[in-house]
């Protein structure tokens, strides 16, 4: 049964439609589906009342509210039980004053971890990694990030990649290495020698006609 | 269930839900309403309508007659 399900499993890839799921969670049973129209932050912790991840539960937390602000939502997942999740929200609210603003998925009998491929059975056989899909308003996986057991996330980067895809669709630009919001971005390459030759007269921050840059 | 307690009773965010489908509403509509974000509306609606407590009709929502005494409580 688990070699079946690790088996049927697979990293799903950029620019596919996310793969669909029911799942209990703590905010009850919710789908994929339900997010249409929001972007998704979908991730996945090793286990509940583990250090690492209650840190990082502490940061999706803080980073919630900006979250919100880009339209965007969180729904976390491993394959404790939701009383498990309710047991450790709780704890995690008791001990630091934190409410845990986001669902998360009890995926016991790993059905979503499989479909996601959240499980790399070189680092663990029965917990999930550090996983961290970013799934657009459509429902089109557009980003993926995968971190050990040992280290955890790094919420700035989370923001980060979700602000420059954002710009990204809306501008119709790509975000050079380390972009922030507020610096250049990058005007996508020509692909004919004519616009090739064009570019360079358009006004843009050049080093050559394939790399220009420009304010938005 | 996150609407209905396991004793049979709506919790607080069912009741806001099913307090904001006196008319036909769209998901939308109600999570403007009430303040709670769309995804869990949209799986209320579904736990709701499971429950015979709403009906869905051309992708508005409106809570039945059951909807209605169980509102009242």
């Keep these: ?216 | 269930m996150s609407c209905i307690t396991p004793d049979g009773k709506l919790t607080e965010s069912a009741k806001k839900i099913l307090g904001a489908t006196k008319d036909l509403t769209t998901p939308e509509e109600i999570s403007k309403v009430t303040g709670i974000p769309l995804f869990r509306v949209r799986s209320s609606l579904r736990e709701l309508g499971d429950a015979g407590l709403l009906e869905k009709i051309d992708g508005k929502f409106r809570r039945t007659v059951s909807g209605e005494e169980k509102l009242k409580g």
């Design chain 1, 1 to 216: 049964m688990e070699e079946d399900i690790e088996s049927k499993g697979g990293l799903p890839l950029i620019g596919d439609p996310a793969p669909e799921f029911e799942a209990v969670t703590t905010f009850g049973t919710l789908r994929l589906e339900d997010y249409r129209g929001s972007w998704l932050i979908l991730f996945s912790h090793p286990a509940d009342f583990t250090p690492v991840c209650t840190t990082e539960f502490i940061a999706f937390t803080e980073i919630y509210e900006e979250l919100k602000k880009r339209n965007a939502e969180l729904l976390g997942l491993s394959v404790d039980s939701v009383s498990s999740h309710i047991a450790w929200v709780r704890n995690i609210e008791e001990k630091l004053g934190i409410k845990i603003p986001f669902p998360i998925i009890a995926d016991l009998n790993r059905e979503v971890a499989s479909k996601y491929g959240m499980i790399h059975p070189g680092e663990s056989r029965t917990e999930t990694v550090r996983c961290v899909f970013i799934i657009d308003p459509e429902g089109i996986l557009r980003a993926m990030l995968y971190y050990p057991l040992t280290n955890g996330r790094n919420m700035d980067e989370i923001l980060r990649l979700l602000d420059a895809m954002q710009t990204s669709d809306e501008h119709k630009v790509a975000t050079p290495a380390n972009w922030r919001p507020g610096d250049k971005v990058v005007v996508p390459p020509p692909n004919t020698q004519e616009m090739a030759e064009e570019r360079m007269k358009e006004g843009y921050e050049c080093v050559d006609w394939y790399l220009c840059k420009k304010d938005l």
